[in-house]
């Protein structure tokens, strides 16, 4: 893809493509009038426009399946040896930003999902409140898990499991209630065995990305785009209060039965920063939103 997007890029204007093909967007609405754009696209502009989806949600991928597990297993590790190393700390943030960007992408994807009709851009602004909310969510989410992880090993699984299964079912769940046809028009090419594949491959990144924040684009499997592109308020408010109680009890049985090696840490105010830090996070969504 690398290789392919800067070939067309040095030879886009060269030589005039054969045709074009038109697309449609609604301005956002400004004083109740919204006027619709008529715009030409090229092949060579369509490929760039693909190839850069395809980058934006490989990042996703990337960020949710390497650079998570990666920034916990670091921070872990620098806990047990009461030790942060350069080398180790570089990588950590560069993991964070990893995340964090991959949990922006998201934010966007679901925005231009929901007004797919209208040329939307993001402000500046919007894009601090994101990387302010996602990295306060995401720095005290590994933080309580990896606390958590230090003294109760043996718990570890459980709780990571029981989070993974029950947002990877969560869309098969609703899915089996609504009563819909399997979906068959994923990609024609694919049979029966190769779209369930597909799908639970595509529940298990959603279980993924909810392990550790709000995926903000909510997967649907009843849908034919297999998005839901409304915004659910009520399942955004108990992810939250759910998490929210999660972290504070996780962080009560890391007080209990915390061990020498935080005999230098003042637990009750590291407990306190940390459910701030999760407010925080609370308080740049809203305001984003």
């Not at 619709?36 to 060579?44: D, L, R, S």
């Not at 109760?152 to 699984?157: A, D, K």
């Not at 649907?220 to 998490?243: A, E």
Request: contains cysteine.
């Amino acid at each position: 893809r690398c290789v392919e997007v800067f070939y067309i890029y040095f030879h886009a204007g060269r030589v005039e493509e054969p045709y074009v093909s038109i697309t449609k967007k609604r301005q956002m609405p400004k004083d109740g009038y919204s006027e619709e754009i008529e715009k030409e696209v090229g092949q060579a502009e369509g490929k760039l426009c693909t190839h850069r989806s395809a980058f934006s949600r490989a990042s996703v991928i990337q960020a949710f399946l390497g650079s998570a597990p990666q920034l916990t297993l670091q921070l872990y590790i620098c806990v047990l040896q009461q030790e942060v190393t350069a080398a180790r700390s570089i990588f950590m943030v560069l993991s964070l930003l990893s995340i964090v960007y991959g949990a922006l992408r998201c934010n966007i994807l679901a925005i231009k999902i929901k007004y797919d009709d209208y040329d939307v851009s993001v402000k500046p602004a919007a894009y601090l409140c994101i990387f302010m909310w996602r990295s306060f969510e995401i720095a005290t989410r590994v933080t309580v898990l990896v606390l958590f992880s230090s003294v109760l090993q043996i718990w570890t699984l459980p709780v990571v499991l029981v989070n993974f299964f029950g947002f990877f079912f969560y869309p098969w769940i609703l899915f089996w209630q609504s009563k819909s046809p399997f979906p068959e028009n994923i990609e024609k090419a694919l049979s029966r065995v190769g779209t369930t594949i597909v799908l639970c491959l595509l529940t298990f990144l959603y279980a993924g990305i909810n392990m550790f924040c709000w995926s903000a684009v909510q997967v649907k499997l009843n849908d034919p785009d297999l998005i839901n592109k409304s915004q659910n308020w009520y399942r955004l408010t108990v992810y939250y209060m759910l998490r929210f109680i999660e972290n504070a009890f996780l962080l009560l049985m890391w007080y209990i039965y915390k061990t020498d090696i935080y005999l230098y840490v003042c637990a009750p105010l590291l407990v306190l920063q940390l459910l701030i830090g999760y407010c925080m996070a609370v308080l740049f969504m809203l305001v984003f939103y």
